[in-house]
């Protein structure tokens, strides 16, 4: 018995932001072989028949935005509600769910709170596409930041999706952390803890790089990000009040790659390394 594909779910509603996050839905639906779940929410206070015309609209063009970037199988739907906790519900059973920041700024401040409520109540990773996003520029190295004062299933969930990407897409891995404070000795063996945790989070197949940085953790983040930084990943509670997640909020604002935001739970990117697993099984 077959196991349904884990569709990648994308938030569409008319904005040129969520065309990029289809198009890059899209090219990483093709790298895996899954199918492209558009998804459009209409809220509760809106007319029900203008609503429902706008969403076919948008459904439309965004099938069209994901046919040109990749051949990929795409399905459509419109959900009713507020698009942060329709887009969590859509993407239930997914692999991922993409969003668009929209703006001038790449993570303009209203893709924050859309991207809050989506990772406190999603049950996989969320990519927040930002507005200078360019296929043809952003295929380098895959990113990871990891607090050593989170929980060790946040750092597996958060390299395992980081390893899983560079995995597929034969980039190399940056693992990096962060001391804001002084290089204690203390504070650099909680380093060493993480790095020495890689090997086990990572596998084997993945041309990893570790990267131990001092100061403020989100202008060290973002000057790692360079210009073809493929993407950067961060695992986070849900964007909430701790120190990683205010990290996760500026991060978001002013980030110039695709950023995904990955929850506390393992299970979250089970789908994404289980199907690397899977193809390293059958190659081998």
Known sequence: MTTAPHPVVVGVDGRPAALRAVAWAAREA????????????????????????????????????????????????????????????????????????????????????????????????????????????????????????????????????????????????????????AHTAPAVAGARRVFDACPADVGSGVDVHEVLGHGDPAEQLLDLVGPSTGLLVLGTGGLGPGPSDAVGRAVLRRARCPVALVPGDPAAVRPLVAARTGAVAASA
């Open 30 to 181: 093709d790298r895996r072989a899954l199918p492209v779940d558009l998804v459009a929410a209409v809220p509760d206070d809106a007319d029900p028949v203008d609503g429902a015309r706008r969403a076919h609209a948008d459904l439309a063009a965004a099938r069209r935005a994901a046919l040109a970037s990749a051949a990929v199988v795409t399905a459509t739907r419109i959900v009713t509600g507020r698009p942060g906790p329709a887009l969590a519900a859509a993407g239930r059973d997914a692999s991922l769910v993409v969003v668009g920041s929209d703006g001038e700024e790449p993570g303009e401040p209203a893709a924050v709170p859309l991207s809050s409520s989506l990772v406190v109540d999603c049950a996989c990773p969320v990519v927040v596409v930002p507005a200078r996003w360019d296929a043809e520029r952003h295929l380098g190295e895959v990113v990871v930041a990891v607090d050593p004062n989170e929980p060790d299933e946040l750092r597996h969930a958060s390299v395992g999706l980081a390893a899983a990407v560079a995995w597929s897409w034969q980039r190399p891995l940056l693992v990096v952390v962060v001391l804001p404070g």
